[in-house]
């Protein structure tokens, strides 16, 4: 009877799992657009800091889509974040002969007192990574430097 009632939970564990969604929906000026923070889902090293020339601004992409996005001359401000992914969480990028190139979506948490509506909607910049030379980039000024892994 115990090996029956593990199995059951087993199985109900292994469908919610399953059946769970790995995006978020985002209504951006554009439209409607789905994004993933997961990292399950992303399976890219993507999570840290990206620095301009070594310094800031600073992009930072920490866990659970949580972050901070700093623009030129700038205070760094809190902000959250995904990558494109199309309606069942496949990221959606394009590959290049050396790069691969994604669209980073990103929204202000917090507002500051100068800021417009604007300001505060859903942003794209884009994101690539550069196989050649073991470098992301956002914007193309931001980078980080990754190592490629065996199983990706």
């Known amino acids: 009877m115990k090996v029956k009632n593990l199995l059951y939970v087993a199985l109900l564990l292994l469908s919610l799992n399953c059946f769970s969604q790995n995006w978020d929906k ?3 000026k554009d439209g409607i657009h789905y994004i993933s923070h997961y990292m399950q889902n992303i399976n890219l090293d993507i999570l840290g800091k990206y620095l301009f020339k070594g ?3 600073v992009v930072e992409l920490n866990e659970y889509g949580m972050g901070f996005y700093q623009l030129h001359e ?3 401000r809190p902000m959250i974040w995904g990558l494109e992914c199309d309606d069942r969480g496949a990221l959606i ?3 290049g002969f050396d790069n691969a190139s994604y669209t980073l979506w990103y929204q ?3 507002k500051l007192e100068d800021d417009t509506e604007d300001d505060m ?3 794209a910049v884009e ?3 550069h196989f050649n030379t073991l470098k992301m980039f956002i914007q ?3 980078s980080k430097d990754y190592k490629e892994t065996a199983s990706k």
């Open 140 to 142: 193309g000024e931001r």
């Open 93 to 95: 990028y394009k590959k």
């Open 55 to 57: 310094q800031e601004p």
């Open 121 to 123: 909607n859903w942003k």
């Open 108 to 110: 202000y948490t917090t």
């Open 26 to 28: 985002i209504e951006a």
């Open 74 to 76: 700038q205070p760094k």
């Open 127 to 129: 994101f690539t990574m």
